[in-house]
């Protein structure tokens, strides 16, 4: 009995990621509105049905592939976070990455606008964009505590309320990007200097940070 439950489980979640998967895909081809659960379905390869039965929604299948994507985006966001050690290098991380978002992939950027707009009326929606939020804010928040304390840099705020600031300019570079994505390079340097300065200033140079 447990082995077939067990089974059962694995059976579900490798639909279920099956799934996810394609709405992803489809995402980046079509568009959120494209995005059809019959579409998603063939793609997948299974029945509209079991689209309903594990998501309920077309919303709540972009909630969990905008929350999948962010768990990839935080987990590599903190790797590299760990090894940054003065404001340049952390803002330098925060807009590179950002570049890479709005650049390469311009639909997730657009799955999470969609979503911003279905939060106002669905606030299930809203709570998962504002944990998905919190969580990336944790991770810098902590890596910009963690150099303060160790003496390297010097915050114009306390450290959960500079990395909101961050992120926040953060999303809004990325819309006035896919609304007019010739202007991302031109901007980029601008953009990591203005996070720089709202960060704080440089104390004392860490061990990787290079040479001036």
Sequence with gaps: MGVATEATKTLATDK?????DAMRSSVARRGVAGSTFDHVAREAGVSRGLLHYYFGSKEKLLVEVARRDSQVRLEAMSAELARAETTEQLSSLWVRSLYATVRHEPEYVTMLL????LAQRQ??????????????????????????????IELRAAPEVVAEIVIAFGHGLSL?????????????EAAADAAT????????????????
């Design 197 to 212: 300065r709202a960060i704080g200033r440089l104390v004392r140079p860490g061990p990787n940070a290079p040479a001036a």
């Design 16 to 20: 279920a990621m099956r799934i996810v």
């Design 123 to 152: 606030p299930e929606i809203g709570q998962e964009l504002a944990d998905m939020n919190r969580a990336m804010g944790q991770a810098f928040s902590d890596r910009l505590e963690t150099l303060a304390e160790q003496g390297r």
């Design 114 to 117: 969609e979503l911003y707009v």
């Design 176 to 188: 006035r990007f896919l609304s007019d994505p010739e202007r991302v390079e031109d901007l980029m």
